[in-house]
């Protein structure tokens, strides 16, 4: 009862400025290495070439320990460390370690039920090859969330199906896009291989579909596109605390966005929560360790 007092507490202090664009989307892709992308062929990713060279870019946003995918794809959402956030294992459904500060449903505070919170008309939207993202987003706050089982092509197909849809549609204010096949083949052929660069290259072409259809919806001046995953890999693992595992990549290209290119500032992997709060005007709560890095915003 306490936490949740304190998250009301917190919660009048109201909105903390005007959005800077109506619209983010927030490509996750698991077990997406940082050093892949300087490693790869750029013909074999131009999507993503594209939005780093119109963007700002790093390739040292260093994520959380472990380094798995729960325990990052929550820190992610909820603009915390694992000490605060609580999920410590790769498929956590449940924090092990209670969070400091809850909302109303008992759950971390997180850039869905924030943005559900103070902006309530806002369109939500969460398309995922894993389930278990339904449990680390506090996911009655969004709209919709849609999964498809499977590792293979076929599931992150579907995925980027309904994702074109929704935005071609609906126009969410905020969708975010998970895609495993980066994960998958890593586990199953390895990091840093040619399976793998094969994998990221059809990474590139779904990213492209969603870069499409955001131009076909006509919001793509309104638009913020956030390129991220939740941890890299070494071998057919991933979990320790090597930077090849820990090193991520963070793109972020829109209208609002200084076209810097690549960028030092320290970045974690809880400071994509702070940049779309910041992005779509939602104030961070008092939980949150995440920082928004307005100098690469030109408003």
């Known amino acids: 009862m306490a936490a949740v007092l304190a998250v009301v507490a917190f919660a009048v202090a109201g909105i903390a400025a005007q959005p800077k664009v109506g619209h983010v989307v927030l490509v996750g892709c698991d077990g997406w290495a940082a050093y892949s992308v300087r490693k790869a062929d750029p013909a074999t990713i131009p999507a993503i070439r594209g939005l780093m060279r119109r963007g700002a870019w790093t390739l040292k946003d260093r994520a959380v320990l472990p380094s798995s995918s729960a325990v990052n794809w929550a820190a992610m959402y909820s603009g915390a460390p694992t000490e605060l956030h609580g ?123 969603v870069l499409k259809a955001i131009e076909e919806a006509g919001i793509a001046q309104d638009t913020v596109v956030i390129l991220t995953s939740d941890h890299g890999g070494l071998g057919k693992k991933h979990g320790s605390t090597t930077l090849a595992e820990m090193e991520i990549p963070f793109i972020l290209a829109g209208p609002v966005v200084k076209p810097v290119g690549e960028f030092d500032l320290a970045m974690m992997q809880y400071d994509c929560a702070a940049v779309i709060a910041d992005l779509l005007g939602v104030e961070p709560p008092i939980a949150w360790r995440g920082r928004a890095y307005p100098q690469l915003l030109t408003k």
């Not at 209670?98 to 309530?120: C, D, K, M, V, Y």
């Not at 975010?176 to 040619?194: F, R």
């Open 87 to 209: 999920y410590t294992t790769w498929n956590s459904r449940k924090p092990e370690i209670p969070g400091n500060l809850l909302n109303e449903r008992g759950h971390a505070p997180t850039i869905f039920s924030e943005l559900r919170r103070q902006r309530p008309d806002s369109r939500i939207a969460v398309v995922a090859e894993w389930d278990v993202h339904r449990d680390l987003i506090d996911h009655p706050a969004a709209d919709v969330f849609f999964h498809v089982p499977g590792k293979h092509k076929q599931s992150s197909d579907a995925v980027v199906d309904e994702a074109v849809r929704l935005i071609k549609e609906e126009k969410p204010r905020l969708l975010t896009l998970c895609l495993d096949q980066l994960d998958y083949v890593g586990h199953a052929e390895g990091w840093d291989t040619p399976a793998y660069y094969q994998a990221l290259a059809v990474i590139d072409g779904h990213i492209g579909r």
